[in-house]
């Protein structure tokens, strides 16, 4: 079975949630590591292990990104990575549907991704000339399953942060050498 890195400078961890039940706010991570076992021969053989650091998180204002990082959400300080381990993959024509358990904020539950599959290719000479594959995955999950459950009520009886999160990974994967 092949072994595939992922490429730290092609790859992100975005998500996003309702904020005041009325528009979405999106924020990433930047910092990932891991890697695909992969056989492009045979797609039901995809497995994916992600390491995300929690201290890259980005949403583009610095009062919101030290908030998300406090203990009200993610307390990076206590909790500084999140992972994605698979356990099983259900191949599909360009992808498939992806199990495996997630752990945030010290919490780990079972969730399946949505897969997309790209490749591979190999990259010209001046970029490395190294074989690629894509990961494109998506899922959904509440986040006060992963104890993550600060919020302020509003007056018609929404709250300020949703609790669904809707979660992309975009990944690019080098073929190990």
């Given at each position: 079975m092949a072994i595939w890195h992922i490429d730290p400078d092609h790859s992100v961890a975005a998500f996003n949630v309702m904020?005041?039940?009325?528009?979405?706010?999106?924020?990433?991570?930047?910092?990932?590591?891991?890697?695909?076992?992969?056989?492009?021969?045979?797609?039901?053989?995809?497995?994916?292990?992600?390491?995300?650091?929690?201290a890259s998180l980005y949403t583009g204002i610095a009062q919101r990104d030290q908030h998300l990082c406090s203990p009200d959400?993610?307390?990076?300080?206590?909790?500084?990575?999140?992972?994605f381990q698979s356990t099983g993959f259900k191949a599909a024509r360009d992808g498939?549907?992806?199990?495996?358990?997630?752990?945030?904020h010290g919490v780990?539950?079972?969730?399946?991704?949505?897969?997309?599959?790209?490749?591979?290719?190999?990259?010209?000479e001046a970029m490395g000339g190294e074989t690629t594959?894509?990961?494109?995955?998506?899922?959904?999950?509440?986040?006060?399953?992963?104890?993550?459950?600060?919020?302020?009520p509003l007056d018609?009886?929404?709250?300020?942060?949703g609790r669904e999160i809707w979660i992309d990974l975009d990944i690019e994967a080098d073929l190990e050498e």
């Open positions: 904020h005041m039940m009325i528009v979405h706010v999106r924020g990433q991570y930047n910092r990932l590591s891991g890697s695909v076992h992969f056989d492009p021969a045979d797609r039901s053989s995809l497995a994916l292990a992600v390491t995300i650091d929690a959400f993610f307390d990076v300080p206590t909790y500084p990575v999140i992972s498939g549907r992806l199990a495996g358990d997630l752990t945030i780990t539950k079972p969730i399946a991704l949505d897969i997309k599959l790209s490749g591979p290719v190999l990259s010209p594959i894509g990961i494109t995955a998506s899922a959904s999950i509440n986040r006060e399953d992963f104890n993550m459950a600060w919020n302020v018609d009886a929404g709250v300020v942060v």
